[in-house]
Each structure stands twice: as C-alpha cells, then as structure tokens.
C-alpha cells in the first residue's frame, strides 16, 4: 500500500507564488512517476504536470506551462510542484498521484491518490 501526503497548499494573491510537497510512504517505490492534478469547485478534475521516476522526463498541462514547475527528491520520496505567476484561476484542490505504469495525464491511469490541499488565489 502507498499513502501519499500533500502539503504547502494556502492563501495567495495573485502574482505570487506557493510550493506544494507530496511525500510519498509505504511501498512507494522511486521508479514510479508522479503527478499533479487538480480540482476547482463544479469543475472535474484536470491534468497539472508529471514527472517520470528518474525525473528526465516532465509533462505540464498549457494552462501551466512557463509558471509551475514540477521536481522530485528520490531520496525522501517527495515531488513538488513549484507554482509561480499564480492566477485565480489556479484557485483548486491539488492532488499528489502515483503511477506504477507510464508517465501520462490521464487520471485514470494513476493507482493512488493523495487527500489534497487547497490553493486559493485572491484576485
């Protein structure tokens, strides 16, 4: 079993910038991609960015590129995405995922999923 566990999530103008961490435990294993999603209110929940086991490879939505930036530390089981130039459109939930297969946007693909945590962007 994996549990995964997001933080960093808060309240920010817009403009400004927000750091959130996911730290991974249990059978977690490094190879794994991890991912970013999110979920604003009566909205369904859309692809953020991606990264490969490694970390060679990445993946962001349009609507982030240029303003987040997703990394991970393989040694503390963690990935972060650091989210830059925020609008209040990225106000949502952000999740953490964990894919044992492939790296994708496809949500459906992700086998274990975080709580989330909460990021509102005040205009």
């Known amino acids: 079993q994996v549990q995964l566990i997001e933080s960093g999530g808060g309240l920010v103008q817009a403009g400004g910038s927000l750091r959130l961490s996911c730290a991974a435990s249990?059978?977690?294993?490094?190879?794994?991609?991890m991912g970013w999603f999110r979920q604003a209110p009566e909205k369904e929940r859309e692809f953020v960015a991606a990264i490969s086991g490694t970390g060679g490879r990445t993946l962001y939505a349009d609507s982030v590129k240029g303003r987040f930036t997703i990394s991970r530390d393989n040694a503390k089981k963690s990935v972060y995405l650091q989210m830059n130039s925020l609008e209040p459109e990225d106000t949502a939930v952000y999740y953490c995922a964990l894919d044992k297969q492939t790296l994708t946007r496809s949500s459906s693909q992700y086998d274990y999923w975080g709580q989330g945590t909460q990021v509102i962007v005040s205009s």
């Open positions: 249990g059978r977690a294993s490094t190879i794994y991609t």
